[in-house]
């Protein structure tokens, strides 16, 4: 939240100097090249901001996905696990805000043992996880993934596979 309230007001900052900047070019009549330049970067910057907010999409930027895992919930709530090729992975969970957490992974059979890097949200930290083939009703035929806390851990968190190219690495 406090990002967003950052982002807020450095975008409210540039147009309080884009408007600055257009009022000395018209006061100087487009006499300074340095200022005109400004302007046009300011007026730039606000306008991809504005009319091309995912311009770039960081997903991009990561390793290639292995493995999808989704699971709608109740009132628009949703979790989503990835496992990258980087042996990375990330847990996101959408319900009244955002919430993420990640680590590295490691596979052994058709388990996913978990290593967490950040451990903020304790509710989303899982020991290890179980691919199965089709628990759920939802199942896509590529099986799901029991999310389980420990090994104690009697009720899974089970969320069906969307993507599974864990066996082409």
């Known amino acids: 939240m406090l990002a967003g309230i950052c982002m807020f007001l450095t975008f409210i900052i ?3 100097a884009l408007l600055r900047q257009l009022y000395l070019v018209f006061k100087e009549r487009f006499k300074h090249r340095s200022r ?3 302007t046009g ?3 730039t910057v606000l306008a991809t901001s504005v009319f091309l907010p995912g311009m770039i999409d960081p997903e991009k930027f990561e390793a290639k996905d292995l493995l999808i895992a989704h699971r709608p919930g109740v009132a628009g709530c949703s979790t989503l696990l990835k496992l990258k090729a980087d042996d990375t992975f990330y847990i996101r969970e959408v319900c009244f805000g955002v919430d993420k ?3 590295t ?3 052994n059979k058709d ?3 978990f290593h967490f890097q950040q451990t903020g949200d304790t509710s989303m930290i899982y020991a290890f996880g179980v691919i199965k083939p089709g628990v759920l009703p939802n199942s896509t035929g ?3 993934i029991l999310l389980y806390k420990s090994r104690k851990d ?3 968190n089970m969320l069906a596979v969307t993507k599974n190219k864990l066996s082409e690495d």
């Open 41 to 43: 970067i300011i007026a």
């Open 111 to 113: 388990t996913i043992v």
């Open 142 to 144: 590529l099986g799901d």
């Open 14 to 16: 540039l147009v309080v």
């Open 105 to 107: 992974y490691s596979i």
């Open 36 to 38: 005109l330049y400004l």
């Open 101 to 103: 957490v990640g680590g």
């Open 154 to 156: 009697t009720l899974p």
